[in-house]
């Protein structure tokens, strides 16, 4: 009795920061979560609780579970599904595995992609589409190059990092200064004879990687115009909502390792920007190409993660407690792109309520697929049942002028293998 005592004693007494993994793994199962007791928040993410449109969170909302049903679909087919069952969720993010960095990194591109796309349809108030590439002409079109355009979205990320420095709501002569100071950082000049010699189009500086070195520009002028998505209006709120919490303590492992998967799953929203063109002139000639950088499909970018996913780099803390190393010495350090994690993953074959795992039993296999969807790999070699089921499916189908398609509904036989 004595000894339960003092277990309790100490557990009440330990500090409510000992607990952020549960904080941040509620927002996640529950993102209705985000602005309550505002009077508890500090900072930037009280800013957006207390003063941002309804409309705005609840699209921060939408973003998460868009991350959590294309975590489903990329892990439809492997031993951990991705289920959002809430008791095995809520398992699986107490730990720093590969899975709890695929899910941060695909929710933090969730709220990045759903906050961008909502400014480009002009759903929200408080962003737009990004046009500061035509901000200092007035707001008309600019003709650019190749190497003017990659000066200019250098300019831009130069300011979006100085946003990241300005509180949301800001004295309004300071904050006019500031903002006076980053519209001049995103005009557009001719740079391509710097230091005497051509910039290589989507070059960037030596050893340092750009987002615009994906990008294929077109040759000779083209016209920098249209409405491009404003990815980083995006990106400065999902890093408001999701790491303002833990950026408030760094000094543990699963913190560091949290606030690095969720900027991967940012960059591999900027990184796979892509430019868009649209010929303009007669009889479909292409006197006038206009342009705008627009974001890929969200599925593309879980695809891309989920192969960061297969690559992961286990880390340990360094000694001065506010970095991690490689745990193995002889890899090399991962990037930022890449996703990181602390813990070995559970074994997902079998039901362990301790660690989330569902098991492989009951769930359908392939036989001659060659991928994780395998039954001797969905299975983990336990062996499988076969049996024959009945579906209906639309066949013969006619299409009738206009404009309508009729369709029969004919019995087919599949074969169906379920993991013992």
Same mark, same amino acid.
């Given at each position: 009795?004595?000894?339960?005592?003092?277990?309790?004693?100490?557990?009440?007494?330990?500090?409510?920061?000992?607990?952020?993994?549960?904080?941040?793994?509620?927002?996640?199962?529950?993102?209705?979560?985000?602005?309550?007791?505002?009077?508890?928040?500090?900072?930037?993410?009280?800013?957006?609780?207390?003063?941002?449109?309804?409309?705005?969170?609840?699209?921060?909302?939408?973003?998460?579970?868009?991350?959590?049903?294309?975590?489903?679909?990329?892990?439809?087919?492997?031993?951990?599904?991705?289920?959002?069952?809430?008791?095995?969720?809520?398992?699986?993010?107490?730990?720093?595995?590969?899975?709890?960095?695929?899910?941060?990194?695909?929710?933090?591109?969730?709220?990045?992609?759903?906050?961008?796309?909502?400014?480009?349809?002009?759903?929200?108030?408080?962003?737009?589409?990004?046009?500061?590439?035509?901000?200092?002409?007035?707001?008309?079109?600019?003709?650019?190059?190749?190497?003017?355009?990659?000066?200019?979205?250098?300019?831009?990320?130069?300011?979006?990092?100085?946003?990241?420095?300005?509180?949301?709501?800001?004295?309004?002569?300071?904050?006019?200064?500031?903002?006076?100071?980053?519209?001049?950082?995103?005009?557009?000049?001719?740079?391509?004879?710097?230091? @005497?010699?051509?910039?290589?189009?989507?070059? $960037?500086? /030596?050893?340092? %990687?750009? #987002?615009? =070195?994906?990008?294929?520009?077109?040759?000779?002028?083209?016209?920098?115009? @249209?409405?491009?998505?404003?990815?980083?209006? $995006?990106? /400065?709120?999902? %890093?408001? #909502?999701? =790491?303002?919490?833990?950026?408030?303590?760094?000094?543990?492992?699963?913190?560091?390792?949290?606030?690095?998967?969720?900027?991967?799953? /940012?960059?591999?929203?900027?990184?796979?920007?892509?430019?868009?063109?649209?010929?303009?002139?007669?009889?479909?000639?292409?006197?006038?190409?206009?342009?705008?950088?627009?974001?890929?499909?969200?599925?593309?970018?879980?695809?891309?993660?989920?192969?960061?996913?297969?690559?992961?780099?286990?880390?340990?803390?360094?000694?001065?407690?506010?970095?991690?190393?490689?745990?193995?010495?002889?890899?090399?350090?991962?990037?930022?792109?890449?996703?990181?994690?602390?813990?070995?993953?559970?074994?997902?074959?079998?039901?362990?309520?301790?660690?989330?795992?569902?098991?492989?039993?009951?769930?359908?296999?392939?036989?001659?697929?060659?991928?994780?969807?395998?039954?001797?790999?969905?299975?983990?070699?336990?062996?499988?049942?076969?049996?024959?089921?009945?579906?209906?499916?639309?066949?013969?189908?006619?299409?009738?002028?206009?404009?309508?398609?009729?369709?029969?509904?004919?019995?087919?036989?599949?074969?169906?293998?379920?993991?013992?």
């Amino acid at each position: 009795m004595r000894l339960l005592m003092v277990i309790a004693i100490l557990i009440f007494a330990m500090p409510m920061t000992g607990f952020g993994w549960a904080e941040g793994t509620n927002i996640l199962l529950d993102p209705n979560l985000m602005c309550k007791k505002t009077r508890r928040l500090r900072g930037k993410l009280a800013e957006i609780c207390r003063h941002d449109s309804a409309l705005l969170k609840e699209i921060i909302i939408n973003g998460i579970n868009l991350g959590f049903r294309e975590c489903e679909f990329q892990f439809r087919n492997r031993r951990w599904n991705c289920t959002v069952l809430r008791k095995s969720m809520r398992k699986i993010l107490m730990r720093d595995s590969r899975e709890t960095g695929f899910v941060n990194a695909i929710t933090a591109a969730g709220v990045t992609y759903a906050v961008t796309k909502a400014c480009t349809m002009g759903t929200l108030v408080e962003c737009s589409c990004d046009k500061a590439h035509m901000r200092r002409n007035g707001g008309q079109p600019v003709m650019v190059t190749a190497a003017t355009a990659e000066a200019t979205l250098e300019r831009q990320q130069q300011a979006a990092l100085l946003r990241q420095q300005l509180p949301l709501q800001d004295q309004p002569h300071a904050q006019h200064q500031r903002l006076n100071r980053l519209n001049n950082i995103t005009d557009i000049s001719p740079l391509e004879h710097r230091n @005497g010699r051509n910039r290589r189009p989507g070059g $960037g500086r /030596r050893g340092r %990687r750009k #987002f615009w =070195d994906n990008i294929k520009f077109p040759e000779g002028q083209w016209e920098w115009g @249209g409405c491009s998505d404003n990815v980083n209006f $995006g990106l /400065r709120h999902s %890093r408001v #909502f999701l =790491d303002a919490k833990q950026r408030q303590r760094r000094s543990d492992l699963g913190t560091l390792v949290k606030l690095h998967n969720n900027n991967a799953g /940012r960059l591999a929203i900027r990184d796979a920007m892509r430019l868009e063109c649209k010929c303009h002139g007669l009889s479909g000639s292409c006197t006038v190409k206009t342009c705008w950088l627009k974001m890929p499909p969200f599925r593309e970018v879980a695809g891309r993660l989920r192969d960061r996913y297969d690559s992961a780099r286990k880390v340990a803390l360094r000694n001065d407690g506010n970095s991690f190393m490689p745990e193995n010495p002889r890899a090399r350090p991962a990037n930022k792109y890449q996703l990181v994690f602390a813990d070995e993953s559970p074994d997902f074959c079998a039901a362990n309520p301790k660690t989330g795992a569902l098991g492989t039993q009951g769930r359908e296999c392939n036989v001659t697929s060659p991928g994780s969807d395998r039954c001797d790999r969905l299975c983990c070699n336990r062996g499988h049942t076969r049996r024959i089921v009945e579906e209906q499916t639309n066949c013969r189908c006619v299409f009738k002028w206009c404009c309508e398609v009729t369709c029969e509904k004919c019995l087919e036989h599949r074969a169906v293998n379920t993991c013992l």
